[in-house]
């Protein structure tokens, strides 16, 4: 595969991807599911795929370390990093990387802001290079979804089912 | 190989026009090298070096017929390619949709047992 543009030449505006929420819900309960093995194993896992390993030292400087299973029974690659930053109820900063070779690391911050009830999440996350973000957020395409992909898709399905 | 390493692999393959396009060609049935040359204004060595690198990605393979070596199409790494398009955002949005409902709950025990020490009081 062709070497990989150093990161730090990449703007990091190329390279981040934000996810805004707002929550009816205090951010000191965010914070909580965030905090605890036992919060994040029933939501960290996306759908078909709950987190089924799950270790976390949440301090900061503390690892963590998660895998998902999915409906085959099969586990994900586990992933896993550390806890930069830690503010109660107000922001986690923890980089993440999938443990295989040559995976590259993203580092997401989570915040939480509240008011008047409702809290405000959200979820920053600055890949390593815009290459990383292209293949985590847009399955590899730098212009979205067309390209011809989805048609070969579902020649591939057509194909299956013929 | 592991599953992001064959992920990474899929995704470079596919990053090509022109190895979208034999894969497109390919998924209609089986075509020699020389067949899929005659759609492209490319050369036979151009195409035999997108077919290697479509080989190394497991998304075709070459028959053994030293003569033809014809090209077929491997779906299974294109299916797994598939379930991660623009997985991460959208893997995200059901996360927080869980994380809400969980979340929501708790806030709803919590009330309950901050009424219940307003009564003890």
Sequence with gaps: ?162 | MSAVAQLNLTFAALADPTRRAILARLAEGEASVTELVEPFELSQPTISKHLKVLERAGLISRGRNAQFRPCRLHAAPLKKAAAWIGNYERHWEERLDTLESDVKALHAKEKHHARKDTRRR
Excluded at chain 1, 6 to 14: C, Y
Excluded at chain 1, 38 to 55: A, D, I, R, V
Excluded at chain 1, 70 to 79: C, I, K
Excluded at chain 1, 134 to 159: A, F
Aim: glycine fraction near 10%.
């Design chain 1, 1 to 162: 595969m062709p070497a990989k543009t150093p990161a730090a030449a990449e703007p990091v505006a190329d390279r981040e991807s934000l996810i805004i929420r707002v929550m009816d819900a205090p951010a000191h309960l965010l914070f909580e599911a965030y905090s605890k093995p036992e919060h994040m194993m029933k939501w960290f896992g996306p759908k078909g795929y709950p987190l089924t390993l799950c270790e976390m030292d949440f301090r900061p400087g503390g690892r963590f370390r998660f895998a998902m299973t999915g409906a085959d029974g099969q586990q994900t690659p586990p992933f896993g990093g550390q806890y930069l930053e830690i503010i109660p109820n107000q922001k986690i900063v923890y980089s993440n990387t999938f443990e295989a070779p040559g995976s590259e690391t993203m580092v997401v911050t989570v915040t939480f802001a509240e008011k008047a009830g409702q809290t405000t999440l959200t979820i920053h996350t600055v890949f390593a290079s815009v290459a990383m973000k292209t293949l985590h957020v847009n399955g590899g395409y730098e212009n979205g979804m067309g390209c011809g992909l989805d048609q070969l898709l579902d020649l591939v399905i057509t194909m299956e089912h013929a």
